[in-house]
């Protein structure tokens, strides 16, 4: 089984949760599904990035980004999963 060369970080704390990882969370499976990524990202959540004022947060491999919505997460995941591709 091959390792994902990706991971993407879901912080599922109480304040990014209701700020919209929720839905987040769901539209990043989404996503992964529709551009055929599932297999090369790792998706898993965590309780507390430690940024909540700044949330939702997400973090992509090592970066950290903050104040994500749901309608500019295609954009996100376009650029850093997709970039080999375009």
Sequence with gaps: METPETCITICMGSSCFSRGNNINAESIESFLSEHNLSAHVEVRGCLCEGHCKDGP???????????????????????KLCKESQ
């Design 57 to 79: 947060n997400i973090r992509i491999n090592d970066e950290l980004f903050q104040g994500v919505e749901p309608e500019m997460l295609d954009d996100l995941l376009l650029h």
